[in-house]
């Protein structure tokens, strides 16, 4: 993913409530996916994210939940017309993700905690065997995104003792598409 920034310790300054800055962020997502080609929305997104990522009372502790030992997902918003979903992420203290990449682009942003990723290329020569090229930590009101018209090879890992929370929006409806997977490249041992 790209990084757009790292701003640590971000916190919204407005002092607006969540639930007014949730419903403006969401017209304002819908309106850049009917304005931009698909390619660019998801840069566009991350300008807007800090915002929603800023705010203290972001989630519910329903939404910051874990269940398990996996990394687990809770719906925030689904677009009615399967344009995009936003969903937050809890990642379980030194978890790592699946090599993975995306049917559908993204922007995320950190809530809480730090989340290390790592980038993949391909290695042509040799069967689905991947090359790590580059690493980067994504702290508290770090935002990043992912066009799917490039290549984004990745692992996500919570480097920390403590849970992470993540909040991601997708392109199109997370529970018509499945998981946002398109390929599983190698497993970490
Ligand atoms: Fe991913």
């Known amino acids: 993913m790209q990084k757009f920034n790292n701003l640590d310790n971000f916190k919204c300054e407005c002092g607006s409530k969540f ?3 949730l419903p403006e962020f ?17 840069s566009l997104i991350a300008h807007y994210l800090p915002g929603l990522v800023g ?23 689904l677009c009615p017309n399967d344009k995009f979903s936003v969903l937050a992420v809890v990642w379980p203290a030194g978890i790592y993700s699946p090599i993975h990449d995306h049917k559908t682009w993204c922007t995320f942003g950190v809530v809480e905690g730090e989340i ?52 991601h929006v997708y392109g199109g409806n997370f529970k018509k598409i499945g998981a946002n997977v398109n390929k599983i490249y190698a497993t970490h041992t």
Do not use: W
């Not at 874990?66 to 687990?72: C, E, H, I, K």
């Open 26 to 42: 969401l017209k304002t997502v819908s309106a850049l996916i009917s304005t931009f080609p698909p390619a660019d929305v998801p």
């Open 55 to 77: 705010c203290p009372d972001l989630l519910t502790p329903e939404q910051r939940s874990l269940n398990g030992l996996d990394y687990q997902k809770h719906e925030v918003f």
């Open 116 to 167: 290390r990723e790592t980038i993949y290329e391909e290695n042509k020569s040799e069967n689905g065997d991947v090359t790590a090229v580059s690493s980067m930590d994504h702290r508290v009101g770090s935002i990043a995104h992912m066009s799917i018209n490039e290549s984004n090879i990745h692992c996500m890992h919570n480097p920390g003792t403590d849970p992470a929370v993540t909040i």
């Open 19 to 21: 639930e007014v800055i």
